[in-house]
């Protein structure tokens, strides 16, 4: 039988705290860097906005878009999101995905508005079900993100 000394003790268990340590690190700095891809945008192109007044209260923002996900995007999910200013109250956000501007839209939405004014829509890009991938988007899109807005009373100020 051999004695165990207590700087062999003590020697062990900084050696498993260590590794412990390390691994619990090693997870975290995935876990944040999950984080990043998982919102990484897939918009890269600039937007063009048009202001429709449909009466003295609200008007129509209308605010057009291209969207491209590559062929060997590998992430599930496309987010459409962005902030409304100045909206009139009770009214969706609606977005509108076309492959090509003819034609007519392949995928709809209706989204409320958060408490900070802002919306957000998530949706399927791809699908992996039993090592078999379906993409359902892929390529160049065109995307409308329809607002109702206040109509600008900047006019009424001259007055």
């Known amino acids: 039988m051999s004695a165990i000394s207590a ?3 003590s020697r062990t268990c900084n050696r498993v705290d260590t590794k ?10 995935m876990l944040s860097m999950s984080v990043f891809l998982l919102d990484m945008p897939v918009f ?41 200013n100045d909206p009139f109250q009770g ?4 977005i ?13 939405a209706q989204v ?3 408490g900070d004014d802002s919306f957000e829509y998530k949706f ?3 699908s992996i079900d039993e090592g078999n991938i379906t993409h359902f988007f892929e390529g160049d899109y065109t ?10 009373r900047g006019d009424l100020d001259s007055a």
Not at 61 to 72: A, D, L, Q
Not at 96 to 108: G, L, R, T, Y
Not at 143 to 152: D, E, L, P, Q, R
């Open 44 to 84: 890269a192109a600039t937007s063009q906005t048009t202001v429709l007044k449909l009466d003295d209260e609200i008007s129509l923002e209308k605010t057009v878009t291209v969207m491209s996900i590559p062929e060997n995007n590998t992430l599930p999910w496309g987010t459409v999101k962005g902030k409304v």
């Open 20 to 29: 412990r340590l390390a691994t619990l690190c090693f997870f975290g700095i």
């Open 7 to 9: 700087s062999d003790i």
């Open 91 to 94: 009214y969706p956000v609606i």
């Open 96 to 108: 509108q995905i076309f492959k090509s501007v003819e034609e007519d839209p392949i995928h709809v």
């Open 124 to 126: 399927r890009v791809l």
């Open 143 to 152: 995307v409308k993100i329809f607002k109702v807005i206040n109509t600008s």
């Open 112 to 114: 409320n508005l958060k």
